[in-house]
Each structure stands twice: as C-alpha cells, then as structure tokens.
C-alpha cells in the first residue's frame, strides 16, 4: 500500500474525529454481524485515530449491537488514553483480548488505517484446511483485482495462516517473524488456523472490501474444492 500518513496524533485527535471513528466502527459491526462474519461476540474492529494511536472495540461485546460506548483508545503499545470521544460515559472498557495485533499492525504499516478481525465460516475452515502448508494461495478470480494495487486475475494472493494461540505476544510474535522474512508489500490480510481472518486497508472502507473480497474468495476456494473429483488410489 502506498499513501499518505494520518494527519493526527497521538491522543490529541478532535471529538469529531473520534465520534466519525466509532460510528464507522459501530457501522461494520452489524454490517459484520449481520453477514454471519462476528457471531457471539467474535471478531474486533479498529481505525488509527492519531499517527501513533488507535480505537478499537471493548472486548466480550456483541458485534451486532455495538454503541459508541464499546471503543476504547489506545497508544501503540497497548496503553488506554483518554475516553474523550463524544458519545463516550466516561468508562474505561476493557479494549479487546487481541489488540496487540492490531497495534503490531499500524505500528508496522504506517499506511494502514482500518483493522477488521472476522470469524467467519469460510476463513476458519479454510485455515484449518490449509494450516500445514501455513499459506493458502489464491489464483484465477476476477474478484482478486478488489485487493488493492492488483490488476489481473492472474495474481497469485498468498494468506499467510499462523498457529493459534491464546498468547497474543506469542501470535504477534509469529506474524512479525513472517512478516520480516516476507515482506507487507503484497499482502492484504492473513489467517489464525481455526480461528479467523486478519485484514487491513488505507481506510475504513478499504478494509472492509478487503474482508468483503477475502469471503468471496475463500467461499470460491471451497466451493471448488468441493467440486473437484475424488482421487481414487
Ligand atoms: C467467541 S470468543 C472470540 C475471542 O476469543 C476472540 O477471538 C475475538 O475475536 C473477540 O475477542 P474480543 O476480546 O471481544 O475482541
Ligand atoms: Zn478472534
């Protein structure tokens, strides 16, 4: 990805700012929820509010039916800055069990604005599917070119898939190291084995037709699978 940094920073991003990030996050949880992608309570969601800064979903909340209420702020290393959204009690939720990775992630990226974790049905067979080989490769749709910076259908997309864990230090540990000896250039999402899917764009919109994209894909990865002769020894 290849554009211009955020304008904010750290937590000195204006109210409005922030009301527009927890209404846009608010707005891809039931958009989400409502596709089967976050049910009972799986998935979290974040946008970069300041250079160094992020908003992301309280943990344990249903997807669905998210408030402004449900965002907490965070610096890059996990630390909660002021609850000064507008819509916001006061409160200081619990921010999401994952939200080393989406950090992992802005800190990495700094093009990176929006993080949309889902637990849909086809990204979490599909990792399952394909752990061993700790890459799922897509080739031949049409769809891949929703993937930014892809311009044919000839495109090969690589989903890294990581062991899970209930670690996060130990995943976000794993994903760097990936990351490191690969690269971000061509990337625009990776896979949690039996767990879900990670992705990321410029900005909010961009992220979610990334997810979009990746669901199509995967559901065309199965379905073909599916439809493939059974080879007999
Ligand atoms: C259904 S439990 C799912 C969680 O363990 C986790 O994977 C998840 O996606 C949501 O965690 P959360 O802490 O609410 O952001
Ligand atoms: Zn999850």
Known sequence: MSTSTPSNQ?????AANLEAAAAALVAVGRDFYGRGWALATGGNFSTRVGE?????TASGRE???????DMVVLDLDGHPLPPHSAGSNGSRARPSAEA????????????IGAVLHVHSPCATVLSRLDAAQGVLEISGYEMLKALSDVRTHEH???VPIFHN???MDDL???????????GTESIHGYLVAGHGLYAWGR???EARRHVEAFEFLFDCTLRYRACQPIAVA
């Open 10 to 14: 750290g937590s000195k991003a204006p």
């Open 52 to 56: 160094g800064s992020m908003m992301i």
């Open 63 to 69: 997807k669905g039916a998210l408030t402004p209420q």
């Open 100 to 111: 080393k990775l989406h950090a992992r992630l802005y800190t990495r990226i700094p093009e």
């Open 156 to 158: 090969k997309e690589r």
């Open 165 to 167: 864990s209930q670690n």
């Open 172 to 182: 976000a540990r794993e994903v760097d190291a990936w990351m490191d000896a690969f």
């Open 203 to 205: 900005h909010m919109d």
